[in-house]
């Protein structure tokens, strides 16, 4: 097995390791991102297929995002407005939500009193620190809402809200996490905003994203390395030695003083042995789970709503649904317009993608009841490990930090610290950019010593 010397290796070319590895300002110019997949990107990723490109499902920017969206300016990706982030299907009618907090006095869905009652809680928990959320973290959301608003606010506006992002249903997530979520979008006042990349989209995907950033980092002197699996890292006394690869059916071993470990956190023990760690730290990892998912995307020869922006869709088995019309968004194959949406009903997860788009088709008449006489082509992706889920009491269980106990072992993604953005391009990308910093930090009072 032959040896090279670099200063860091990030294990996965996603969102987190990319940013991380465009931040990593002093030691770019030896770095090294190795991707297993033949594409970068992670979940935010597309492929080809019979010559048509797909994207992993259905990804939206929103305004709120205050860090990836400025930064991918740098690297070249103009993002451009497409709509308003929610609208509600309920009893075959569409209720919008605008993006100015205040909006929700005009939702036509819930009754005034509740209303008033979620801009209430909304100015309250804006003036909350991470204290008063670490109170209700052992708690589910749908019993604090039921407590503190009503069944009603809890069915028609949090639950499909809920779903959407964290791929759960409001009782299995964790209220402090999702109080806290909440500050953010009131804070983050363009939270409600959708963005999609202006240009490129049209041939690459949603890919054009994971691309333009790993021309940012080569440009700045990284290298990625895609069809490149890292089998072990290597530890010696306690502190990162290398780590060990196959990249094109070839064995090999990169000798570093720092590496970056991202994607699901459950995967870590396959790489580094278990014995390395206090029983403290490997106890919090085997608690962590993930969320399943279905990413369904229907071609249709004509738009079937004016809606641009994503339908949320309370008791119905696709929680989150959008048309995407070009030239945004997912491309193939042409059609004149496209649907895309998430399902997280674990029941469909065994069966065929034909009986899966059966049983979606049949949920979605209600909203679309044309949709068949215009359907095109289906494609269903099944996503294992698609979201970290969010259950009572994750809160404490997240690093606050992107460091291990392990000397140059760090951890990047939904896991560690992310700023309180989970679940999200921009959690994942604010762990990159912090896990940087960290390792700069640590870098220099390795070279003082
Ligand atoms: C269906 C779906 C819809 C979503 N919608 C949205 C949305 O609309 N808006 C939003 O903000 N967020 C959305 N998300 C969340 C967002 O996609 C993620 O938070 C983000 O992409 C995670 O990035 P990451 O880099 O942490 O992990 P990943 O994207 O999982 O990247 C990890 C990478 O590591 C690689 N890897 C793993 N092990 C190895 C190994 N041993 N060797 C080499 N490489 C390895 C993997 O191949 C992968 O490329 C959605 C997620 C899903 C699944």
Redesign the pocket.
Known sequence: MKTHRIKAGI????????LCACELERLRPRSVI????PE??????SFIEKGYTYD???????GG?SYIIPFLKKAAVRMRYIGEGAVFYHNKKFFRLERKISSILKFGLLDFADRVKILTNSNRILKSDIDYFMKYDEDNFASWCETNLSKKALELFYAPLIKSITFLPPEQVSSGLWLHAEKLRVKERESLAVYYPEKGVETAGLSVISKALKWYCERMGSEVWTN????RVVIEDERVKGIE?IREGVEEFLEMPFVVF???II?LF??VSEKHFPSDFRERIKEVKYTS?L?IQIGLDKSLTDHRSVILTPNKLITAVAQILPPYGIIAPPGKSLLAG?CIEPSLQNKTDEEIVDILIEDLKDLFPEIEKHLLWTKVLK?KN??EAQYPGIMSLKLDTNRTPIEGLYI???YANNDNWH??????AR??RNCAKLIEHDAKVLLVR
């Open positions: 294990i996965g070319a996603g969102i987190s390791g990319l190795l991707e297993k997949e970068v990107g992670g979940h935010v990723r992993v499902g259905l990804h939206l920017f929103l995002y490149s699996t890292v089998k690869y991202t994607g699901p995967n396959n790489l998912a990413a998430t996503i698609a979201i990047a993604g939904n679940s999200s391009i921009e959690g994942a762990s990159g």
